[in-house]
Protein backbone atom coordinates (compact mmCIF):
# COMPACT_ATOMS: atom_id res chain seq x y z
CA UNK A 1 0.00 0.00 0.00
CA UNK A 2 1.28 3.36 -1.15
CA UNK A 3 2.17 6.00 2.56
CA UNK A 4 0.15 8.84 2.25
CA UNK A 5 1.58 11.73 0.15
CA UNK A 6 2.72 13.91 3.24
CA UNK A 7 2.48 18.03 2.27
CA UNK A 8 3.11 19.37 5.48
CA UNK A 9 6.56 20.85 5.05
CA UNK A 10 9.77 19.73 3.96
CA UNK A 11 10.63 18.73 7.06
CA UNK A 12 9.00 14.93 6.83
CA UNK A 13 11.55 13.57 4.44
CA UNK A 14 13.33 10.33 5.55
CA UNK A 15 16.79 9.85 4.07
CA UNK A 16 17.12 7.88 1.37
CA UNK A 17 18.58 4.39 1.23
CA UNK A 18 22.42 6.21 -0.03
CA UNK A 19 22.17 8.72 2.78
CA UNK A 20 21.52 6.07 5.24
CA UNK A 21 24.44 3.76 3.89
CA UNK A 22 26.96 7.04 4.17
CA UNK A 23 25.60 7.48 7.35
CA UNK A 24 26.57 3.92 8.72
CA UNK A 25 30.12 3.97 7.01
CA UNK A 26 30.65 7.32 8.92
CA UNK A 27 33.79 8.17 10.46
CA UNK A 28 33.42 9.95 13.59
CA UNK A 29 35.78 11.47 16.51
CA UNK A 30 34.37 13.30 19.58
CA UNK A 31 33.20 17.09 18.18
CA UNK A 32 33.30 18.96 21.55
CA UNK A 33 37.13 17.94 21.39
CA UNK A 34 37.49 19.30 17.71
CA UNK A 35 38.64 16.08 16.22
CA UNK A 36 35.40 14.47 14.05
CA UNK A 37 36.90 14.70 10.96
CA UNK A 38 33.01 14.26 9.19
CA UNK A 39 31.68 17.23 11.07
CA UNK A 40 34.97 18.98 9.99
CA UNK A 41 34.46 18.51 6.36
CA UNK A 42 30.70 19.21 6.46
CA UNK A 43 31.94 23.28 7.94
CA UNK A 44 34.50 23.03 5.46
CA UNK A 45 32.25 22.55 2.41
CA UNK A 46 29.53 24.49 4.16
CA UNK A 47 31.34 27.23 4.65
CA UNK A 48 32.89 27.17 1.27
CA UNK A 49 29.47 27.10 -0.49
CA UNK A 50 28.54 30.23 1.36
CA UNK A 51 31.69 31.97 0.73
CA UNK A 52 32.57 32.29 4.37
CA UNK A 53 35.42 31.53 6.44
CA UNK A 54 34.11 28.98 9.19
CA UNK A 55 31.05 27.07 10.01
CA UNK A 56 29.43 25.37 12.64
CA UNK A 57 27.19 22.38 12.93
CA UNK A 58 24.24 22.87 15.07
CA UNK A 59 21.52 20.55 16.04
CA UNK A 60 18.54 22.72 14.56
CA UNK A 61 18.03 26.03 12.58
CA UNK A 62 16.49 27.80 15.53
CA UNK A 63 19.55 26.87 17.58
CA UNK A 64 22.01 28.20 14.75
CA UNK A 65 19.82 31.44 14.67
CA UNK A 66 19.83 31.69 18.29
CA UNK A 67 23.34 31.29 18.22
CA UNK A 68 23.63 34.52 15.77
CA UNK A 69 21.54 36.54 17.88
CA UNK A 70 23.90 35.57 20.79
CA UNK A 71 27.03 36.13 19.83
CA UNK A 72 26.12 39.14 17.66
CA UNK A 73 24.75 40.94 20.68
CA UNK A 74 24.77 41.97 24.77
CA UNK A 75 21.80 41.79 27.31
CA UNK A 76 19.62 45.38 26.22
CA UNK A 77 20.24 45.35 22.52
CA UNK A 78 17.64 45.47 20.09
CA UNK A 79 17.34 43.26 16.80
CA UNK A 80 15.74 44.46 14.23
CA UNK A 81 13.30 41.39 12.22
CA UNK A 82 10.53 41.47 10.08
CA UNK A 83 7.26 40.50 11.90
CA UNK A 84 6.41 37.16 9.94
CA UNK A 85 9.96 36.33 10.56
CA UNK A 86 11.22 33.02 11.72
CA UNK A 87 13.14 34.34 14.31
CA UNK A 88 10.44 36.43 15.93
CA UNK A 89 7.43 33.97 15.04
CA UNK A 90 8.52 30.18 15.49
CA UNK A 91 11.56 30.14 17.94
CA UNK A 92 9.82 30.31 20.80
CA UNK A 93 10.76 33.79 22.34
CA UNK A 94 14.20 32.33 22.55
CA UNK A 95 15.72 35.87 22.31
CA UNK A 96 14.56 37.48 24.54
CA UNK A 97 15.00 34.49 27.15
CA UNK A 98 18.61 33.31 25.92
CA UNK A 99 20.14 36.86 25.08
CA UNK A 100 17.72 39.35 26.62
CA UNK A 101 17.39 41.47 23.37
CA UNK A 102 14.45 42.89 22.40
CA UNK A 103 13.08 41.82 18.57
CA UNK A 104 11.96 45.11 17.04
CA UNK A 105 9.22 44.10 13.83
CA UNK A 106 9.44 46.30 10.83
CA UNK A 107 6.46 45.58 8.62
CA UNK A 108 7.74 43.35 5.81
CA UNK A 109 4.71 41.80 3.70
CA UNK A 110 5.80 38.18 2.72
CA UNK A 111 8.93 38.99 4.62
CA UNK A 112 10.61 41.59 2.64
CA UNK A 113 12.23 44.46 4.25
CA UNK A 114 12.69 47.75 3.02
CA UNK A 115 15.89 49.50 3.50
CA UNK A 116 13.89 53.03 4.62
CA UNK A 117 12.45 50.84 7.25
CA UNK A 118 15.51 49.50 8.89
CA UNK A 119 16.83 53.29 8.47
CA UNK A 120 13.78 54.30 10.41
CA UNK A 121 13.83 51.86 12.74
CA UNK A 122 17.42 52.13 14.20
CA UNK A 123 18.04 54.55 17.34
CA UNK A 124 19.72 57.54 18.04
CA UNK A 125 22.33 57.40 20.63
CA UNK A 126 20.58 58.60 23.53
CA UNK A 127 21.03 57.41 27.42
CA UNK A 128 17.62 56.82 27.31
CA UNK A 129 17.55 54.24 24.78
CA UNK A 130 18.46 50.58 24.02
CA UNK A 131 21.25 50.27 21.25
CA UNK A 132 19.74 48.87 17.65
CA UNK A 133 22.75 46.09 17.03
CA UNK A 134 21.29 43.66 14.36
CA UNK A 135 19.66 43.02 11.38
CA UNK A 136 18.11 39.73 10.76
CA UNK A 137 16.66 39.42 7.33
CA UNK A 138 15.14 35.88 5.69
CA UNK A 139 16.06 34.76 1.77
CA UNK A 140 13.56 32.29 1.42
CA UNK A 141 10.16 32.16 3.99
CA UNK A 142 7.61 29.91 5.41
CA UNK A 143 5.35 32.57 3.02
CA UNK A 144 6.97 30.38 0.33
CA UNK A 145 7.86 33.96 -1.50
CA UNK A 146 11.53 34.83 -2.07
CA UNK A 147 13.38 38.66 -1.58
CA UNK A 148 14.66 39.84 -4.53
CA UNK A 149 18.84 39.39 -4.39
CA UNK A 150 18.76 43.59 -4.80
CA UNK A 151 16.14 44.12 -2.03
CA UNK A 152 18.11 41.66 0.35
CA UNK A 153 21.18 43.52 -0.69
CA UNK A 154 19.67 47.13 0.40
CA UNK A 155 18.52 46.10 3.34
CA UNK A 156 21.95 45.03 4.53
CA UNK A 157 23.66 47.93 2.87
CA UNK A 158 21.32 50.43 5.03
CA UNK A 159 21.88 47.80 8.53
CA UNK A 160 25.55 48.05 8.01
CA UNK A 161 25.55 51.99 6.97
CA UNK A 162 24.10 52.36 10.17
CA UNK A 163 26.40 50.27 12.47
CA UNK A 164 24.72 47.10 12.84
CA UNK A 165 25.60 43.66 11.97
CA UNK A 166 23.05 41.36 9.21
CA UNK A 167 22.01 37.70 10.04
CA UNK A 168 20.42 36.12 6.98
CA UNK A 169 17.80 33.49 8.17
CA UNK A 170 18.91 31.09 4.58
CA UNK A 171 17.16 28.47 5.71
CA UNK A 172 15.96 27.61 2.52
CA UNK A 173 19.04 29.32 0.83
CA UNK A 174 19.34 27.09 -1.70
CA UNK A 175 15.85 27.05 -2.77
CA UNK A 176 16.32 30.61 -3.11
CA UNK A 177 19.01 30.48 -5.46
CA UNK A 178 17.14 28.44 -7.20
CA UNK A 179 14.36 30.60 -7.65
CA UNK A 180 16.45 33.57 -8.38
CA UNK A 181 19.09 31.96 -10.95
CA UNK A 182 22.35 32.37 -8.78
CA UNK A 183 24.95 31.03 -6.90
CA UNK A 184 23.52 31.03 -3.17
CA UNK A 185 27.34 32.98 -2.05
CA UNK A 186 25.58 35.99 -3.58
CA UNK A 187 22.44 35.61 -1.14
CA UNK A 188 25.06 34.90 1.70
CA UNK A 189 26.87 37.79 1.11
CA UNK A 190 24.18 39.97 2.19
CA UNK A 191 24.76 38.63 6.02
CA UNK A 192 27.43 38.62 8.09
CA UNK A 193 26.27 35.68 9.05
CA UNK A 194 23.70 32.99 7.28
CA UNK A 195 22.22 30.10 8.62
CA UNK A 196 21.04 27.30 6.61
CA UNK A 197 19.08 24.16 6.95
CA UNK A 198 19.90 20.20 5.99
CA UNK A 199 17.03 18.90 7.45
CA UNK A 200 14.36 20.92 5.14
CA UNK A 201 14.31 20.36 1.23
CA UNK A 202 17.98 18.78 1.37
CA UNK A 203 16.14 15.50 2.81
CA UNK A 204 18.97 15.32 5.48
CA UNK A 205 17.26 14.00 9.22
CA UNK A 206 18.87 16.49 11.43
CA UNK A 207 20.94 19.72 11.78
CA UNK A 208 21.93 23.16 10.24
CA UNK A 209 24.80 24.96 9.32
CA UNK A 210 25.82 28.46 10.97
CA UNK A 211 28.57 29.87 8.57
CA UNK A 212 30.72 33.73 9.38
CA UNK A 213 34.29 34.90 9.91
CA UNK A 214 36.89 32.66 11.88
CA UNK A 215 35.95 34.51 14.79
CA UNK A 216 32.30 34.73 15.11
CA UNK A 217 32.41 31.32 14.41
CA UNK A 218 34.58 30.56 17.40
CA UNK A 219 32.84 32.68 19.81
CA UNK A 220 29.24 30.73 18.46
CA UNK A 221 31.09 27.53 18.95
CA UNK A 222 31.33 28.39 23.03
CA UNK A 223 27.74 29.53 23.01
CA UNK A 224 26.91 26.33 21.43
CA UNK A 225 28.45 24.64 24.70
CA UNK A 226 26.26 26.86 26.60
CA UNK A 227 23.27 25.70 25.23
CA UNK A 228 23.78 22.04 24.89
CA UNK A 229 24.42 21.59 21.30
CA UNK A 230 28.01 20.06 21.81
CA UNK A 231 27.38 16.54 19.88
CA UNK A 232 30.22 14.38 20.46
CA UNK A 233 29.92 11.65 17.86
CA UNK A 234 28.01 13.23 15.60
CA UNK A 235 29.80 12.92 12.41
CA UNK A 236 27.16 9.95 11.77
CA UNK A 237 24.19 12.85 10.99
CA UNK A 238 26.93 15.11 9.41
CA UNK A 239 27.38 12.61 6.83
CA UNK A 240 23.82 12.79 5.85
CA UNK A 241 24.50 16.47 5.62
CA UNK A 242 27.21 15.78 3.14
CA UNK A 243 25.42 13.74 0.86
CA UNK A 244 22.86 15.97 0.83
CA UNK A 245 24.95 19.00 -0.14
CA UNK A 246 26.61 16.79 -2.86
CA UNK A 247 23.37 15.35 -4.32
CA UNK A 248 20.02 16.58 -3.32
CA UNK A 249 21.10 20.41 -3.94
CA UNK A 250 20.56 20.15 -7.59
CA UNK A 251 17.32 18.19 -7.66
CA UNK A 252 15.32 21.33 -5.42
CA UNK A 253 13.99 21.95 -9.13
CA UNK A 254 12.15 19.11 -9.38
CA UNK A 255 10.51 20.39 -6.21
CA UNK A 256 9.56 23.72 -7.33
CA UNK A 257 8.35 22.36 -10.77
CA UNK A 258 6.06 19.92 -8.65
CA UNK A 259 4.68 22.95 -7.55
CA UNK A 260 4.10 25.02 -9.92
CA UNK A 261 1.82 21.94 -11.60
CA UNK A 262 0.47 21.71 -8.02
CA UNK A 263 -0.38 25.24 -7.55
CA UNK A 264 -1.53 24.86 -11.47
CA UNK A 265 -4.06 22.40 -10.61
CA UNK A 266 -5.35 24.35 -7.29
CA UNK A 267 -5.72 27.29 -9.39
CA UNK A 268 -8.69 25.36 -11.63
CA UNK A 269 -10.67 24.52 -8.77
CA UNK A 270 -13.40 26.30 -8.14
CA UNK A 271 -13.43 28.44 -4.59
CA UNK A 272 -9.45 28.41 -4.54
CA UNK A 273 -6.92 31.25 -5.17
CA UNK A 274 -3.75 30.33 -5.70
CA UNK A 275 -1.23 33.09 -3.66
CA UNK A 276 0.85 33.71 -7.21
CA UNK A 277 3.02 36.59 -5.08
CA UNK A 278 3.95 33.21 -2.57
CA UNK A 279 4.90 30.59 -5.67
CA UNK A 280 8.92 31.33 -5.96
CA UNK A 281 9.86 28.17 -4.06
CA UNK A 282 8.47 24.47 -2.99
CA UNK A 283 5.29 25.97 -1.82
CA UNK A 284 1.94 26.40 -2.83
CA UNK A 285 -0.44 28.93 -0.62
CA UNK A 286 -3.89 28.77 -1.27
CA UNK A 287 -7.13 30.84 -0.16
CA UNK A 288 -10.72 30.14 0.19
CA UNK A 289 -13.59 29.95 2.10
CA UNK A 290 -13.96 26.50 3.43
CA UNK A 291 -16.84 24.77 4.91
CA UNK A 292 -15.58 22.92 7.34
CA UNK A 293 -12.98 23.43 10.67
CA UNK A 294 -9.11 23.51 10.33
CA UNK A 295 -9.38 19.95 11.85
CA UNK A 296 -12.11 18.44 9.75
CA UNK A 297 -10.20 19.83 6.45
CA UNK A 298 -6.90 17.84 7.70
CA UNK A 299 -9.07 14.37 9.03
CA UNK A 300 -10.68 14.17 5.62
CA UNK A 301 -7.76 14.52 3.68
CA UNK A 302 -5.80 12.16 5.56
CA UNK A 303 -8.34 9.82 5.50
CA UNK A 304 -7.55 9.96 1.27
CA UNK A 305 -4.32 9.51 2.00
CA UNK A 306 -3.04 13.39 2.05
CA UNK A 307 -1.22 14.95 4.88
CA UNK A 308 -1.48 18.41 5.23
CA UNK A 309 -1.96 21.05 7.95
CA UNK A 310 -5.01 23.24 8.94
CA UNK A 311 -5.73 26.06 7.21
CA UNK A 312 -4.94 29.37 9.20
CA UNK A 313 -7.06 32.33 8.43
CA UNK A 314 -8.57 30.47 5.29
CA UNK A 315 -4.93 29.92 3.76
CA UNK A 316 -3.84 26.64 3.37
CA UNK A 317 0.07 25.73 2.81
CA UNK A 318 0.99 22.47 0.49
CA UNK A 319 5.02 21.99 0.53
CA UNK A 320 6.74 19.68 -2.33
CA UNK A 321 9.67 17.68 -1.19
CA UNK A 322 12.17 14.60 -1.96
CA UNK A 323 9.59 12.62 -0.98
CA UNK A 324 6.87 13.36 -3.30
CA UNK A 325 7.28 12.06 -6.48
CA UNK A 326 5.18 12.88 -10.05
CA UNK A 327 3.13 9.70 -9.08
CA UNK A 328 2.30 11.01 -5.47
CA UNK A 329 1.59 13.98 -6.69
CA UNK A 330 -0.86 13.28 -9.21
CA UNK A 331 -2.77 11.72 -6.37
CA UNK A 332 -2.48 14.28 -3.97
CA UNK A 333 -4.22 16.58 -6.92
CA UNK A 334 -7.39 14.11 -7.58
CA UNK A 335 -7.49 14.19 -4.22
CA UNK A 336 -7.19 17.49 -2.91
CA UNK A 337 -9.49 18.89 -5.90
CA UNK A 338 -12.14 16.14 -4.88
CA UNK A 339 -12.48 17.47 -1.19
CA UNK A 340 -11.35 21.26 -1.85
CA UNK A 341 -14.50 21.32 -4.04
CA UNK A 342 -16.71 19.81 -1.80
CA UNK A 343 -15.72 21.98 0.73
CA UNK A 344 -15.18 25.57 -0.58
CA UNK A 345 -17.87 28.29 -0.29
CA UNK A 346 -20.67 27.53 -2.64
CA UNK A 347 -21.33 31.48 -3.02
CA UNK A 348 -17.60 31.97 -4.14
CA UNK A 349 -17.10 30.20 -7.63
CA UNK A 350 -14.04 32.07 -8.64
CA UNK A 351 -10.44 30.22 -8.60
CA UNK A 352 -7.41 31.48 -9.88
CA UNK A 353 -4.23 33.20 -8.93
CA UNK A 354 -4.29 36.18 -7.00
Request: hydrophobic residues 45%.
Amino acid sequence: MRPPVDLRSDTVTRPTPEMREAMFRAEVGDDVFGDDPTVLELEEEAASLLGKEAALFVASGTMGNQLAVMTHTTHGDEVLVGRPCHIAQHEAGAAALLSGVTLVPLDAPTGRIRPDAVREAVRTPDLHHPDTRLLCLECAHSSGAVQPHSELAAAADAARGAGLAVHLDGARIFNAAHALSCDPREIAACGDTVMFCLSKGLGAPVGSLLAGSRDFVSRARRGRKRLGGGMRQVGILAAAGLYALANHVERLVEDHRRADRLAEAMSRVPGVRVLGEQRAINMVWLEGSWNASADEMVQVLAERGVLVLGPEGGRLRLVTHLDVDDQGLEVAIRELTAVLRTLGSPGDSSGGVV
